[in-house]
């Protein structure tokens, strides 16, 4: 597995466009994208920190994976997504370490990405992202 790039830091929010406002007031970051990935349930926002990337997630269903986490944990860090050349082999060589994966296969997700999901209690804690752009073919 190659590692490209941290692709971009995710943060639940409860109000997408308050977070919005923040982010743009506060730290001058421009939000570029705002972007509903309907089958995970919810709605993101994408801002560029130079080659970084932060991803504001607001939950469209109380009952969704973002849902559920600010209701226990409440609002802020939710994962960090890695970029890698291939999210398939990647998670092959993963699990072949004993790392438990959450996607055992690529999914679609925001800004046309592929991605997977490591779970937190074989990283340390963390929730991981894996990405790749989905190639024009796909």
Same mark, same amino acid.
């Given at each position: ?16 466009? /308050?977070?919005?406002?923040f982010?743009?007031s ?24 130079? /080659?970084t ?6 939950t469209?269903d ?32 993963? /699990? ?16 046309s ?26």
């Open positions: 597995m190659h590692v490209n790039r941290i692709e971009h830091i995710a943060i639940a929010v409860k109000n997408l466009d /308050e977070s919005i406002k982010y743009e506060i730290f001058g970051l421009k939000c570029y994208l705002i972007e509903e990935v309907e089958d995970q349930k919810v709605r993101t926002a994408f801002f560029k920190a130079g /080659e990337k932060i991803e504001l997630l607001e469209t109380p009952q969704g994976a973002i849902g559920k986490f600010i209701e226990k944990h409440g609002e802020g860090i939710h994962h960090i997504a890695f970029a890698v050349d291939d999210v398939d082999l990647s998670l092959k060589e993963i /699990e072949s370490k004993g790392i438990k994966l959450i996607d055992k296969k690529p999914r679609p997700g925001a800004e990405f592929d991605i997977a999901f490591l779970h937190p209690k074989s990283t340390l804690g963390v929730l991981t992202e894996l990405c790749q752009k989905k190639s024009k073919g796909k």
